[in-house]
């Protein structure tokens, strides 16, 4: 049982390049989301989704495009990458928003932004 | 401002100690609290708090609520070196996708 799964662990980039985080879950979760990691901070979400086809914005988003066009995927994409958004960041999911219901976490990407 | 603060930021102890961490929030529209244990990857689930004064409770560890005075303590006895880990503290609120996490408390059990 995957459950949910990230790549890639590690990723190094220049400040200006783009890329995409992977986020992908086999438990048909509806909900998924967005979260990066940063030391002394706890977990800020930064994109999330109740559904395919919807997304919303979660307390940090600026510099994040996300989309779902599956219930299993949901990709994070940073257009621009900047040393601000050095970070981990951890995609999570869970069957719905109820409060009972657990937010299963992917393992992480570490990103750094040079 | 929702503020989830957890206190102490680390924490050293010995194997067999017990040991309390805390966890004070300010958020409107409270709907639960949980407690979460990060290792090296991702953050596992321990408890789901939504009422006062009711004890969770999973082995050696337990957890409890205070609405009113606002916070929750996260007990674990006769710890292991197993134990160590980030616990982290978030709170879920009503009408609002966001759920707030504090910054975590970092345990080192010593054998």
């Known amino acids: 049982n995957a459950g949910v799964t990230q790549t890639p662990k590690f990723q190094v980039l220049k400040t200006g390049q783009s890329m995409t985080l992977q986020c992908a879950q086999d438990m048909n979760h509806e909900y998924m989301s967005w979260y990066r990691q940063d030391p002394g901070m706890g977990l800020r979400l930064i994109h999330y989704s109740v559904g395919a086809g919807i997304t919303d914005q979660g307390e940090v988003p600026n510099g994040y495009n996300v989309s779902r066009s599956t219930t299993e995927d949901f990709p994070l994409r940073l257009l621009s990458a900047a040393p601000s958004q050095t970070s981990v960041y951890f995609c999570a999911s869970s069957y719905s928003q109820r409060p009972d219901e657990k937010l299963f976490f992917g393992s992480g990407t570490q990103l750094s932004v040079l | 401002e929702d503020k989830v603060v957890q206190s102490p930021l680390s924490l050293v102890v010995h194997e067999g100690d017990t040991v309390t961490l805390n966890c004070s929030y300010e958020v409107t529209n409270f709907r639960s609290l949980l407690w979460y244990k990060q290792e090296k990857k991702a953050p596992t689930f321990l408890f789901m708090l939504?009422?006062?004064?009711i004890e969770k409770k999973s082995g050696r560890l337990s957890s409890i609520l205070d609405k009113k005075e606002l916070f929750s303590i996260l007990n674990i006895t006769a710890t292991q070196t197993g134990d160590s880990a980030v616990y982290l503290c978030a709170v879920d609120k009503y009408n609002n996708n966001d759920m707030r996490f504090g910054a975590g408390t970092r345990l080192t059990v010593k054998p």
């Open positions: 939504t009422s006062s004064g």
